[in-house]
């Protein structure tokens, strides 16, 4: 497909500033961009790189300096790019599909306005699901379970049984919500199983990625609050309670009956220990080792964690130990002293 | 559903403390609990907890001294209240749903009496299933499988060719058993695939979690021993012999070959090496990554992992590495010695 | 089933050094080997362990000595006992079983000669598959894919839209390919999502375990080189750009828009931060974090991860690290200077 800058301005209620009549062949970033392909500056700091993208044309903030391209002058050049690349690649929203023949739905389910429940998809007794949910191919919906409007499930998505999700909910392929918690009592030499009986509840505008894992609760649902953003491979524990407008990076691990205010960022690989509880804005350094509660707005990074600032010095310090441990053994020597500690010290 | 507390007495066999006609209606941990709600203590470390909860009732063990509150002494509370929480809500054990027409089985395969076969699960050649099994919807059982009684494959597992599962086996959604090991020799300039041809046997009373994988043995079988439990998203490399009634948490990997004696137990996101022997009873802190063989009951900890003590002492040191090096630096300077290392120490 | 030595030297075009009608019964290792087993010696460094097997027979190197068991000599044992074992147990290669029934195959689809469809298999619109795939049961092609020739995809693997995948392309049960890559913008209190628009293109001759996880790209592909070995549980983010002939194990994650050359290899439970790049041959120890580009050839550990070398120093350093505070502390006490810093040092 091409278009006119003309075409592709009118698309994005853009300015033009150039030639209108130029026309475009494909829409790149900066860096893989092509003669006759169009491209896009996020903000001034990306700028210079447009100089040398050999793009034809660029979507870009207002106020940019014009640097012989034509360009097409928008409030919000990432997402305007993003409908010219829909646009020009002929990406196309899914249109509701109806209820496959070969999905298999329990006839006690209702299931709201325009659905799309793809082939081998399964959704049991008694489950409520909203209008325009998208539920794909071999993803399996529970019983009991109650998802709100607009929520998409990737195919092989497990929900277990009295999941419940609130609108706009969307979860990646093979990731799988409510199964078991992990706990164990430890009787006779074996490890008994305690039951988990409660569920887990997702609020509004989740969106948790793929081969991700959440547990319900033993006795009481974990929970994860609105907005928050969970990637792939992460862990969330039974009995959680992970607030509102979180980022869990991937391979993330939060351990059981730990919570989380609103708005914390936990990098990639983190582990939040059991039964702590991190304070809101804090932010996690990747492979962090949460082991105990944190204040607000605190930046934490190691194994344990500590703040950012300590962590870094002491970082530092550990790059000079060995010529540390060198000076120590050189003023030893220098003083008469001997090297070995004059007694076990007190533990 | 509401019951008196007769009722639910009668139910778990207890000794009531109080009203015995009070009506409860629900069934929530101690911070959890309403008025109206039966709560549960279990043992005396968590009585403090009932005099603030607001439950109007409590399954307590005997001896707990009485507050006022209406109590049901039990000797178990914890799987007492787990019977109430079950009959309260109405929770029930799924019953059996023989073979579903929309579930896919070889015409050779035997299954034992009262099973559970559902929709879109599949179940290979000369593959043996026992009695009272339940294979959930999309989950997969290859070729020459054998699976005891009494086992649950929650959606979407998949049992690749020649797993063994013992009795009582519990795999959650999206785990995968039985996939090649990562087994590679580099020739020519690639790494050439190195068969991966046997299989898989898990001992009975093992649990596995949610996104797990466990590997088949190039030459001799993985195995996992009874008892077992494994968490989400945790992986067992091939060749590993896994012994009887370990832990292993959450995102924890094993590698090659390695073999772990009975009740080891792994924190979550903790790495074990190839080829090592982990002995009986250890405890591995989280995080931690074990690179040599550990004698039995050892407390290990960090990367590579030391002894807990060792490492704990380590730990406390590095805190103050930041004045250490301050102090040195003042040393050096008050003794009139040079900053600078004498010379580049022997390797 | 039973074999001569003669019949298997046949097999695997090897010469006979002993008994030539000697029966045997199983192929196991070495160390695994029972009377009436052959076994087999990968090279001279494993021979010691011959001397202590009870196999009655091996297949060997050429010049390893011998020691009075029958041995087959061929160029590459390893390879020459594969076969055997795979004689000996009956295994066979899989046959094409065309395309099941029960498979949901759109009428658009190009599908090569002597296919695999097996059922509950989903593939999606205008998606083109070479010759000899197999698709297992429930795996899910989206549309618009490019399949090569020799795909393997095992059971409930999902494909996304538009993922483009080479030759004899091997990818294991219940891994994700092409999800939404991990992209928000922080606007008004709120996670909003970018779109996550291009796709995933992995090269001939990759493999990827089990679980593991490869988002597709924002605006362009995120790549996966010919010849790259993935283990289970690993992440790929989006943007990513991986090299050929790269060793990625298990649990290991690549943060977004990073790079790798060729013959990368990753220990188990790496992490890559966002945006770095990693030069040719580079080899990563288990557990690091890599934060920086690193030139051709590194050999890194540790978190922040450092030269090898200099990791080891300081991992020996640490271990002195109490004894170094109490030597410390009796040099301050000796030369009476105070313990506590003289003032804040500058950051």
Do not use: W
């Not at 329990?106 to 399964?122: E, F, K, L, R």
């Not at 609130?166 to 008994?192: E, K, P």
């Amino acid at each position: 497909m091409q278009n006119t800058i003309r075409q592709l301005a009118e698309l994005v209620k853009g300015t033009i500033l150039g030639d209108e009549d130029l026309v475009v062949h494909g829409a790149r970033t900066l860096h893989d961009a092509q003669p006759g392909d169009i491209t896009f500056v996020e903000n001034e700091k990306n700028a210079p790189g447009l100089q040398h993208s050999q793009a034809s044309a660029a979507i870009v903030p207002p106020k940019l300096p014009v640097n012989g391209k034509t360009l097409i002058q928008v409030a919000d050049p990432l997402m305007a790019f993003a409908a010219v690349f829909r646009h020009l690649h002929g990406l196309r929203a899914c249109q509701p599909i109806g209820i496959h023949a070969r999905a298999d739905v329990h006839s006690s389910v209702q299931i709201g306005a325009n659905p799309s429940i793809h082939p081998y998809a399964c959704i049991g007794e008694a489950t409520v699901i909203g209008a325009r949910c998208h539920i794909h191919c071999g993803a399996i919906v529970g019983k009991n379970c109650r998802l709100g409007d607009d929520v998409v499930l990737y195919p092989n998505v497990v929900l277990y049984d009295d999941v419940v999700l609130g609108d706009r909910v969307i979860i990646h392929a093979n990731s799988t919500i409510g199964a078991d918690g992990f706990g164990y009592r430890f009787q006779n030499g074996r490890h008994v199983k305690v039951p988990q009986l409660s569920n887990v509840i997702i609020g509004s505008d989740v969106e948790i990625g793929a081969c991700a894992t959440v547990d319900r609760g033993a006795f009481a649902p974990t929970r994860i609050g609105d907005g928050t953003k969970i990637d792939n491979l992460v862990q969330v524990a039974h009995n959680c309670q992970i607030g509102k407008h979180n980022i869990l990076a991937a391979q993330t691990g939060v351990g059981g009956s730990s919570s989380t205010e609103s708005y914390v960022t936990m990098g990639g690989q983190v582990g939040v220990t059991d039964h702590v509880h991190v304070g809101q804005g804090t932010m996690i350094g990747a492979k962090s080792g949460i082991t105990h509660d944190t204040g607000p707005n605190a930046r934490l990074f190691g194994i344990p964690a500590r703040p950012l600032r300590d962590s870094s010095r002491v970082l530092a310090s550990m790059e000079k130990l060995p010529q540390m441990r060198r000076d120590l053994l050189r003023i030893l020597k220098y003083l008469g002293l001997k090297d070995e500690p004059p007694s076990e010290p007190a533990a």
